[in-house]
């Protein structure tokens, strides 16, 4: 997995790696995969969620402490929760959006997968999801897993990041195109 130079990519790039080891060996990784979804499912749904894990207010021992509740009440245990106590404990729960996507990253890695980042404009049938894995795995000639995200802006179309390529199939860009196109020409 590529890192960029940033030190919370690197945080969170050691943190994924130790928990991928720890999860293989306990022949868990779908499970702390799933674990890993619903703690980020929960995050996107709670803006103070997102500021107790950002802001540098909250002790380490505030943190702590309002982890181990969310866990509990969200029934989150074994190496997903241990692992959220001991970021929180060790003050890095800014750290964990970028664990939760270095864990994925990997374990993709280690199954053969590649993973996509799709941004459509409208949400995708289960059938549109399924057709566009196999065209993009006949581009990547390897598995893809796709993470799936809406904007609304793009008007219509998708935007398909895998690896170091994009393809921009949006009408947002295609407008933006001809705007600047017809500007050339008047």
Do not use: C, W
Request: proline letters at 3%; aromatic letters at 4%.
């Amino acid at each position: 997995m590529a890192q960029s130079g940033s030190p919370i990519n690197a945080v969170a790039g050691r943190y994924a790696g130790s928990l991928y080891e720890l999860a293989d060996d306990a022949k868990q990784v779908a499970a702390v995969e799933k674990d890993l979804a619903r703690f980020e499912a929960m995050l996107a749904g709670s803006d103070d969620l997102k500021r107790l894990i950002s802001s540098p207010v909250f002790s380490s021992a505030d943190q702590l402490a309002a982890v181990t509740a969310l866990l509990a009440k969200a029934k989150i245990g074994g190496l997903v929760g241990n692992l959220l106590k001991v970021v929180a404990t060790n003050r890095r729960l800014f750290a964990v959006p970028g664990i939760i996507a270095a864990f994925r990253a990997i374990a993709a890695e280690k199954r053969g997968e590649v993973t996509a980042e799709v941004t459509t404009a409208h949400a995708l049938t289960p059938a549109q999801e399924k057709e566009l894995a196999a065209t993009l795995k006949g581009v990547a000639g390897k598995d893809v897993s796709l993470n799936v995200s809406v904007d609304p802006a793009l008007l219509g179309g998708m935007v398909v990041r895998m690896g170091s390529r994009q393809i921009d199939t949006s009408l947002k860009t295609k407008l933006a195109s001809l705007k600047l196109a017809l500007k050339e020409v008047g």
